[in-house]
């Protein structure tokens, strides 16, 4: 057993948390929605606590077939009656030890959800990188605070003077900029800059578990075709807003787990699978895959580079990022005048010095010299958003005044 104690005196809730260390995942995830609001420190004192585990050597044992596994449901899953039967037939296993693996898996928290992957602006969602400077002091509670929102999925502190980086999506209907003015009633927050998509070059993270399939650091990767997906409009009936919130459901290890789905929502199972194809084909559903925890994986650098690139460059570049397979997202975004960077780039490395020797490598490819890493330093808050089961956020007078002088 051990102990998560929150000491930092920045907190008014009780956060001392005595779990089995890699259990302690289970109880943060069952509660994710509304763990900030109750505890504001015991998952970033987790994060740091596992971080330490990793670095110790702590971390859960995969054998070669658990890192092809992970490999494989992270980009595809089988959209079939016994989805399990057809990955120990691909990969020569029975398939009660393939659901026995990804159980354990889930487990020992490497494995954070299996189910399907939404596209948020083809369900009219408009959404944001937001960055933010907060003064020190107040940083965990404001954190906190912003997780309660039900649009935030993701949310770090970085090592950079905008020290709180998280993404905000709201529904059809809603203006983002009006939710993001509802955390200026919180105290200690002296900068906010929004920085939405201006051009999308990737998207899709895909962590390499096993070392000898690791590629080189090169612009390899073709552009998908997707003009196709791109022209499709998409206008969810009532239908399709409760076929969306069962596909997000995390999928049970079951031998037969569509049917389950499939008859929640009073369908067949092969009604189901149509429907899937058919977000599929029209680029609403991106996949229907894996998402690991990046830490427990052992992928505890994770960087976000920031380029400076010419306006005239900026397409050019993008596309050129988008193709190394190490980059997992890849955007264009504004710039300020406190903020010049405009090109983003994912990575994900299992130290700050192979993330160093990559950002180099990618940067004597693209010729861009003026870049920086943010790393993350705490995950505050990563989930997927719950699309169509929006409930209204506020600020309560009481939360702001309690927060007020910690």
């Known amino acids: 057993m051990g102990s998560v104690i929150c000491t930092q005196g920045t907190c008014h809730y009780d956060c001392t948390v005595t779990l089995e260390p890699r259990r302690l995942h289970l109880v943060l995830d069952a509660a994710e929605s509304k763990w900030w609001g109750l505890s504001c420190r015991v998952k970033a004192a987790y994060t740091k606590y596992h971080t330490l585990l990793i670095e110790r050597g702590h971390q859960t044992r995969m054998d070669d077939m658990d890192k092809e596994l992970l490999n494989e449901i992270q980009w595809t899953f089988p959209l079939v009656t016994r989805p399990f039967d057809a990955m120990a037939q691909k990969f020569g296993i029975p ?11 889930r487990t020992s928290g490497i494995l954070r959800q299996l189910s399907a992957i939404f596209d948020t602006r083809k369900l009219g969602y408009t959404s944001s990188l937001v960055a933010m400077d907060i003064e020190p002091r107040r940083l965990d ?21 905008f020290n709180l980086w998280f993404t905000l999506a709201v529904p059809p209907g809603s203006n983002l900029n009006d939710e993001l003015d509802k955390f200026d009633r919180l ?45 499709v409009k998409f206008n969810p009936t009532e239908r399709d807003k409760e076929f969306i919130r069962e596909l997000q459901k995390d999928m049970e290890f079951v031998d037969e787990p569509f049917v389950a789905a499939a008859s929640r929502l009073g369908t067949t199972e092969e009604e189901l699978f149509k429907v899937m194809r058919r977000y599929e084909k029209d680029g609403i559903m991106r996949r229907f895959a894996a998402i690991l925890r990046h830490r427990q994986a052992g992928f505890s650098a994770n960087g976000m580079i920031v380029w400076k690139v010419p306006d005239n460059r900026i397409t050019e570049v993008g596309e050129k990022l988008g193709a190394f397979p190490q980059v997992s997202h890849c955007y264009e975004r504004p710039t300020y005048q406190d903020w010049p960077y405009n090109v983003f780039s994912m990575i994900h490395c299992k130290s700050r010095q192979e993330a160093r020797e990559m950002a180099d490598t990618i940067q004597r490819q693209i010729a861009v010299d003026d870049y920086k890493i943010l790393f993350s330093l705490r995950e505050f808050k990563k989930t997927r958003v719950e699309y169509f089961v929006e409930s209204e956020f506020t600020l309560k007078e009481k939360e702001v005044i309690v927060g007020v002088g910690q």
């Open 141 to 161: 509670y404001i954190a906190g605070q912003i997780n309660r929102h039900p649009g935030v999925s993701h949310n770090y502190e970085r090592d950079h003077e």
């Open 95 to 105: 398939a009660k030890e393939v659901k026995g693996r990804l159980n354990k898996l």
């Open 187 to 231: 105290e200690g927050i002296r900068r906010v800059r929004m920085l939405p998509t201006l051009q999308l070059f990737k998207i899709g993270v895909r962590l390499e578990m096993v070392e000898e399939k690791k590629h080189e650091v090169a612009p390899t990767e073709e552009k998908k075709k997707s003009a196709n997906k791109n022209d």
